[in-house]
């Protein structure tokens, strides 16, 4: 991966207040396919490489214990299984590639491996699987689990879900299909052949009841950012996501992950990571910087309450009226939710020993629910100086996958009509797609 990539991100097109602000669609209603298949035909003809698309399926409950909070504000609900809309956005598009994720910590493996093996057909070799193991009680209560397992062991999991998923995509030959009219013989069984995987944590026999899809196996992503799931990462994934924002926090994730692909006997060079960055830009700089302000002037504590704690897996209604911001982030891992997030970030920009009281606490939380304490905002000219700086400055490997906009779908229309085209007369992104499927897109 030499050269910058783009991804959207299009895992929230209507929550945190998206379906009221100005330009956004209306008319349309949430999870209408063809608004979908609308952004896919025109992120295609800016010549985006994927269309991301994250996942948890709990409602957010943790703030005061409840539902209500986010139900009533929209916070990350509803959401859909994006596997068919997928299928539809691939049925009007030749080129884009489609991110989707599964939390190894819930699901199967079979079911998975069988499921990306016929998104990849039908994609024509357009997929990749961001795997995440989840850190949300409310996904568990959901799946049958009383409580989270812990973090490593999640990882763990992770690691052999991806070994059978893995297995189960080579256990079929790519020329095990004869389909002879002559003989009749449709397959050759010495080529088909069953995994017998038995582990910690799965069963598997096997083999896959498929044929081998135009990828062999999707474009393998993961997001880890904790030393363990960065070292997870490095063992199989072909891409990385990471959280922009940060130089200092890009270039730590950077370093770890590169240390980690060594110790794994990979070639760092080959590994990007996709920094997601939220961006607002505008005809003018006073343009983006409107669009950014009249963001912040509308949320309620409640809503960013019920992001937070979400996000986080831990209580903010319990925070008393001050907090220090060491002891927070303790509180918060000894709930068994990850080190980084919200809280983590705060530690990192202010210091361990630093206090802050309740309303400043909710007011950093308005901004990273937003987006808006790490969001590029200005003129196509000056966002992509930004993104170039932060490319070399992050290893030149990657590239960025713009956050989910604050309005959509004017916030990607204003991306493909303005950034994008900036950044590929620039010659920083690619004049056009490399190959025909994701992974030979990416690996240019
Ligand atoms: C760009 C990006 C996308 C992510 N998408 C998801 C997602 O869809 N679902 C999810 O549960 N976690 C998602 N995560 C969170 C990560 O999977 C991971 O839990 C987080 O980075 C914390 O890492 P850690 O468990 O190693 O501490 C995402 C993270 C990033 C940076």
Not at 69 to 81: H, K, L, S
Not at 232 to 258: K, M, Y
Not at 294 to 310: I, T
């Amino acid at each position: 991966m030499s050269g910058m990539h783009v991804a959207y991100d299009l895992s929230f097109t209507h929550t945190e207040g998206r379906w009221a602000r100005a330009g956004s669609w209306v008319g349309r209603t949430f999870p209408d396919v063809r608004m979908y298949q609308e952004i896919a035909v025109s992120a295609e003809r800016a010549g985006i490489d994927m269309l991301f698309f994250g996942d948890g399926s709990g409602i957010p409950d943790t703030w005061r214990g409840s539902i209500d909070p986010a139900v009533e504000w929209g916070i990350q609900w509803p959401r859909q299984d994006m596997s068919p809309f997928i299928a539809a956005m691939a049925a009007v598009t030749n080129h884009i590639g489609f991110g989707l994720t599964y939390s190894s910590t819930f699901m199967h493996p079979f079911y998975v491996a069988r499921l990306l093996n016929s998104l990849d057909h039908v994609t024509g070799g357009r997929l990749a699987f961001n795997v995440v193991a989840s850190t949300r009680l409310s996904d568990a209560a959901n799946y049958g689990f009383d409580g989270l397992l812990d973090h490593s062991k999640r990882y763990e999991r992770m690691e052999e879900f991806i070994d059978v998923c893995t297995a189960l995509w080579d256990s079929v030959a790519a020329d095990a299909i004869v389909m002879d009219r002559e003989t009749g013989r449709f397959a050759d069984p010495a080529k088909v052949k069953p995994i017998n995987h038995r582990g910690e944590f799965f069963d598997v026999k096997g083999p896959l009841s498929s044929v081998p899809s135009p990828q062999g196996h999707p474009v393998l992503v993961q997001a880890g950012n904790s030393p363990r799931g960065i070292a997870t990462s490095a063992r199989f994934a072909d891409v990385i996501f990471g959280f922009g924002g940060s130089l200092s926090g890009q270039q730590r994730h950077r370093v770890a992950l590169d240390a980690a692909l060594v110790a794994e006997g990979r070639d760092p060079s080959a590994v990007g990571i996709l920094w997601a960055t939220q961006v607002i830009v505008g005809a003018t700089q006073g343009e983006a910087d409107a669009r950014r302000d009249s963001v912040l002037s509308f949320w309620s504590d409640e809503a960013v309450g019920a992001f937070l704690s979400h996000n986080s897996g831990f209580d903010f209604s319990t925070v008393g009226p001050s907090v220090v911001l060491g002891e927070l982030r303790d509180t918060v891992v000894a709930s068994g939710a990850s080190p980084s997030g919200f809280v983590g970030g705060l530690v990192d920009e202010f210091g361990a020993d630093h206090s802050l009281s309740r309303a400043e606490l909710f007011e950093h939380g308005w901004r990273s629910a937003t987006g808006l304490d790490h969001t590029l905002c200005g003129t196509a000219e000056s966002v992509a100086d930004a993104l170039e700086e932060n490319f070399a400055a992050t290893g030149s490997r990657g590239g960025y996958m713009f956050s989910s906009p604050l309005s959509m779908p004017s916030g990607f229309d204003d991306l493909s009509q303005l950034l994008v085209p900036e950044l590929r007369r620039r010659g920083s992104l690619a004049p056009q797609y490399a190959g025909s499927t994701l992974r030979e897109n990416l690996a240019s």
